[in-house]
């Protein structure tokens, strides 16, 4: 029930926002979109025919508590399968992002765990990684993978934006759940299955990450945002057909009904992975 | 330990220097306004004619100009909202936890972007956008170092001989809290320093009159074929500035 309401409570907020943020902007939207993009109709019957593409003849509150009008202000196309076409490369993307993020970190943690030496040295990777942001090795990869060495097209390829955004995850994944497991580690049954002569991998996987994978959980289902934010500046880049690029490409232009549209898919995905992994959390570790 | 000693003194000296050049590079250095069109993409300038080394020089001093101040107003922000923290009712906690968790889950560099849509002024959306991608992060770790403290032995007491929470606030939590913002400092530099960029990066903000390491940034992005130096000159520095605050922030943590 709580998760119920925790999910509706946010995600009303969240629609408020989306839905009735177009009333702050100076006078008409109509006149304004008018002035400032590149509608070229300035008549009233067009200012009539944009207030009804955008809902403004609803009254605020009617218009507030409505579902966000069906097509883009400027293709005319309708925004559903724009936004299902943008959210599938999305994922598809966040997938193999995941893939290679998640891997490296178990990696990465894996290999800390058998020493305190192999510790640092991975800690002190982790720090390079996470200071390599996004905008930084995106057009290095970019020019060196795709302009000298041709392995990949510059465009229209996912392996690329997603070791570029799953290199900089990586950093910041493994900062975290390394101070999570080690504050763990004392607490756990580790030491014990060492000495009954567990193989290493065996302790790793079923005494240390098994136990608080709750807790994992829980955080890679925030994360989740991260991942979105992220992949707006790669698929910018790397001109990826995701979410982030056809939200830029829609606040660019001042599309306000793919804008509408897209906060609020962003956001319902974001908001139901986090109490996804919540629920998970609350199965698994019952507190 | 010798070896986190020997980077950590690299970051420091890196650190220094890298201001130090900065700083006499932007008073100094009237080569950076020049535009000579005939040396635009010659190496080591830009499509302008303007010297890169220069331009990331001078970028770097106008990116840590531009985020102190709105490094401090966050924290100022953070500090007065984290006395809701010791607010007890039930209700009131729920839906407090229940806002910032989502606004920390929430993507928010994705709504900060689609703000500049309903607020085109980037004077007023580009220190919104970074308070509402730095603030639910402050406050969770501040809202942890209030819970922690809130388990001392005498602050127990205070509370249970009826002391006020704004005293309890002024006296005891607020030189803590003070004293952890300090020691997150360097974390939260870089923190910022990636925001700005990231924003600047993607456009967010009007350029002004010397570029910042985000409009370079996306200005080498442009030009990675004909000069891919402009790229070079920017990302270098910024990235060994990330990694020294990094570097700086680890070891204080440890």
Redesign the interface.
């Known amino acids: 029930m709580?998760f119920l309401l925790?999910l509706s409570?946010?995600f009303s907020?969240?629609w408020i926002v989306a839905r009735g943020?177009?009333y702050?902007?100076p006078g008409d939207p109509a006149d304004y979109l008018i002035q400032?993009s590149l509608i070229r109709i300035s008549d009233d019957k067009s200012i009539a025919e944009i207030h009804r593409k955008m809902d403004l003849e609803k009254p605020p509150l009617q218009r507030i508590l409505s579902f966000p009008s069906g097509n883009s202000l400027f293709s005319d196309a309708p925004v559903k399968p724009m936004i299902r076409d943008a959210f599938l490369h999305s994922a598809m993307l966040a997938a193999l992002t995941l893939v290679f993020s998640f891997g490296m970190t178990f990696v990465f943690l894996y290999l800390g765990f058998r020493s305190e030496r192999w510790e640092?040295f991975w800690?002190?990777v982790s720090?390079?990684l996470?200071?390599?942001?996004v905008?930084?090795s995106?057009?290095?990869i970019?020019?060196v993978f795709s302009?000298q060495l041709d392995l990949f097209p510059a465009t229209g390829h996912p392996l690329l934006p997603a070791i570029c955004l799953a290199l900089y995850l990586t950093g910041f994944w493994f900062r975290s759940l390394s101070g999570k497991i080690r504050k763990y580690l004392p607490v756990s049954a580790v030491a014990g299955a060492r000495s009954r002569g567990v193989g290493e991998f065996r302790v790793f996987l079923f005494y240390l990450i098994a136990p608080c994978s709750g807790g994992l959980i829980r955080f890679f289902?925030?994360q989740?945002?991260?991942l979105?934010?992220g992949s707006?500046?790669v698929e910018?880049?790397f001109k990826w057909n995701g979410?982030?690029l056809l939200?830029?490409d829609?606040?660019?232009k001042?599309d306000?009904p793919v804008?509408e549209s897209?906060?609020i898919t962003?956001?319902l995905i974001?908001?139901l992975?986090?109490q996804a992994g919540i629920w998970l959390e609350n199965r698994l570790e019952p507190k | 330990m010798r070896?986190?000693g020997i980077?950590i003194r690299f970051s420091k000296t890196w650190l220094l220097f890298f201001f130090i050049a900065s700083i006499i590079a932007s008073v100094f250095g009237e080569e950076i306004q020049r535009h000579d069109l005939e040396r635009a993409l010659r190496f080591g300038f830009d499509p302008f004619g303007r010297n890169c080394l220069l331009l990331s020089l001078h970028a770097a001093v106008r990116s840590m100009l531009e985020i102190i101040p709105l490094g401090l107003s966050c924290i100022a922000v953070t500090l007065a909202l984290s006395f809701l923290c010791l607010v007890r009712n039930g209700t009131f906690r729920?839906?407090w936890n229940?806002?910032w968790?989502?606004l920390?889950?929430?993507?928010?560099?994705?709504?900060a972007?689609?703000l500049?849509?309903?607020?085109?002024d980037s004077r007023i959306t580009f220190p919104v956008a970074v308070l509402f991608l730095l603030l639910p992060w402050l406050i969770r770790f501040f809202e942890g170092q209030i819970l922690a403290l809130m388990n001392r032995e005498y602050l127990r007491q205070s509370i249970s001989l009826g002391a006020p929470s704004l005293h309890l606030f002024r006296i005891h939590i607020l030189p803590e809290l003070l004293d952890a913002t300090r020691a997150i400092l360097p974390f939260l530099i870089?923190r910022l320093l990636?925001i700005e960029?990231?924003l600047t990066?993607?456009?967010m903000k009007q350029p002004g009159e010397t570029a910042s390491w985000?409009e370079l940034?996306h200005l080498?992005?442009e030009y990675?074929?004909e000069a891919?130096w402009i790229?070079f000159f920017t990302?270098l520095p910024?990235?060994l500035t990330?990694?020294s605050f990094?570097?700086i922030s680890?070891n204080d943590h440890s």
Request: net charge positive; proline share 5%.
């Open positions: 709580k925790r409570l946010v907020l969240v943020a177009i702050l902007l400032e640092n800690n002190a720090i390079l996470a200071s390599i942001p905008f930084i995106g057009p290095i970019l020019f302009l289902s925030g989740i945002g991260n979105l934010n707006l500046i910018l880049i979410l982030g939200l830029a829609a606040v660019a001042r306000y804008i897209g906060l962003v956001s974001t908001l992975s986090l | 070896k986190s980077l729920f839906f229940a806002l968790e989502a920390y889950s929430l993507p928010g560099f994705i709504m972007i689609s500049t849509a309903f607020f085109p870089s990636i960029t990231s990066f993607v456009g985000g940034l080498g992005k990675l074929l891919p790229s990302a910024l990235f990330l990694f990094h570097l680890r």
